[in-house]
C-alpha cells in the first residue's frame, strides 16, 4: 500500500535553530498538508498546499514557518527560528481528492 | 472559531465490552472523517460519512451521522485488544476545499484482556 514518508522520525534542535522536515507524498496524491501534534493532545492543522500554492493556512503557521515543493516529490517544512514551543510530532499527509488523508508516520521535534 | 468536540476522553473497557465515542461539531459540516491512531503512532484513516443520517459498518465498527449534520457516534461492538488506540473525528474547517481538518480531541480507548 503506498505510503506517505517523513524524514527523520527524531530531531532534536537547539533554540533558535532552523529544522526542515521532509516528507515524501503518494505518488499520484496532489494535496498536501502539515499538521501538528503536542504530546498527548489532538492534531492541529498547520497548512495546506496544492497546485504548487498554500491554499490554507492556521494562526499557528506565522512568518517562521514555511513550505516547499521543491521538485516533483518532495514536500518541505521549514521552521527559521525554532521555539520551545514548537516541540511535537510534526505529520505531513497527503491526498488524492482532498477528502481522506493519508499521514505519514511523523517527525517528532525537540526543541531544547 | 469551529470547534468539534467529542467525549468521552478516555474509555477503559473489559475485552468483549461495547465502546461508543461521540462527536459534537459546533457548526454544520459538509461531511465527517473518522481516524484511528495506535499508541505512538499516526492517525489512519478509517471512513467518511457524508449524507445526513448516514450509517456506515466495518466489520464491528458502526459511524454514523446525525440528521442535522453536526453530530456522529462511532461504536465498537464486542471490543478487542486489537481496538487499542485513540480515535478522532474531523471535520472540514476550511473556506472551501482546502483539506483543512478540525480534529477532536479524540478518545482514546483501553481494552483489558
Not at chain 1, 499520484?28 to 492543522?45: A, D, M, P, S, T
Not at chain 1, 495546506?48 to 512568518?63: G, L, R, T, V
Not at chain 2, 465498537?76 to 477532536?104: E, H, M, R
Amino acid at each position: 500500500e503506498p505510503e506517505v514518508t517523513q524524514t527523520p522520525s527524531h530531531q532534536v534542535t537547539q533554540m533558535g535553530q532552523e529544522v526542515i522536515l521532509r516528507c515524501v507524498p503518494i505518488s499520484n496524491h496532489l494535496y498536501f498538508y502539515w499538521y501538528r501534534q503536542i504530546l498527548g493532545q489532538k492534531v492541529e492543522f498547520l497548512v495546506s498546499f496544492y497546485n504548487n500554492e498554500i491554499s490554507e493556512k492556521s494562526e499557528i503557521f506565522d512568518d517562521q514557518f514555511s513550505v516547499e515543493r521543491p521538485d516533483g516529490s518532495n514536500f518541505t517544512l521549514k521552521i527559521r527560528s525554532t521555539k520551545l514551543e514548537d516541540s511535537a510530532m510534526y505529520f505531513c499527509a497527503s491526498s488524492a481528492d482532498d477528502r481522506a488523508l493519508t499521514f505519514g508516520s511523523g517527525t517528532r521535534l525537540t526543541v531544547v | 472559531g469551529q470547534q468539534v468536540m467529542q467525549i468521552p476522553q478516555y474509555q477503559h473497557v473489559q475485552e468483549g465490552e461495547d465502546f461508543t465515542t461521540y462527536c459534537n461539531s459546533s457548526t454544520t459540516l459538509s461531511n465527517i472523517q473518522w481516524y484511528k491512531q495506535r499508541p505512538g503512532g499516526h492517525p489512519v484513516f478509517l471512513i467518511q460519512l457524508v449524507k445526513s443520517g448516514e450509517v456506515k459498518k466495518q466489520k464491528r465498527l458502526t459511524f454514523q451521522f446525525g440528521e442535522a449534520k453536526k453530530n456522529s457516534s462511532l461504536h465498537i461492538t464486542a471490543t478487542q485488544t486489537t481496538d487499542v488506540g485513540t480515535y478522532f473525528c474531523a471535520g472540514p474547517g476550511g473556506s472551501g476545499n482546502t483539506g483543512k481538518l478540525i480534529f477532536g480531541q479524540g478518545t482514546t480507548l483501553q481494552v483489558k484482556p
